[in-house]
Nanobody, 121 residues
Framework: QVQLVESGGGEVAAGYSLRLSCAAS????????MGWYRQAPGKQRELVAT???????NYTDSVKGRFTISRNAAKNTVYLQMNSLKPEDTAVYYC???????????????WGQGTQVTVSS
């Protein structure tokens, strides 16, 4: 089992910044991807950004150039620096970790409890 504990959400005015953190503990595979997803009211959960064990990152188009994902491997922690926030970034942000196994090949997903980010105009 893996536990994910998020922190850093809150309410800010448009144009300001927030930094989310997610600390993972438990059975973390050597090969994994950590990331952030978000879900706004009435919408489906969507990927925001991911970072793999090797450091490869991926962002959804709407946050490119504004958000930066990073990870501290020693602390099993992933961060999401969110700059130039917009009202449309308002959502519950969920930390995600995917463990990858190869013998046999399968993957297992874990989710944090979510943290609210509210951006006022």
């Amino acid at each position: 089992q893996v536990q994910l504990v998020e922190s850093g959400g809150g309410e800010v005015a448009a144009g300001y910044s927030l930094r989310l953190s997610c600390a993972a503990s438990g059975s973390i595979a050597n090969i994994n991807v950590m990331g952030w997803y978000r879900q706004a009211p009435g919408k489906q959960r969507e990927l925001v950004a991911t970072v793999a064990t090797a450091g490869l990152t991926n962002y959804t188009d709407s946050v490119k150039g504004r958000f930066t994902i990073s990870r501290n491997a020693a602390k099993n922690t992933v961060y999401l620096q969110m700059n130039s926030l917009k009202p449309e970034d308002t959502a519950v942000y969920y930390c995600n970790l995917v463990n990858y196994y190869f013998t046999p090949p399968y993957e297992r997903h874990y989710w944090g409890q979510g943290t609210q980010v509210t951006v006022s105009s």
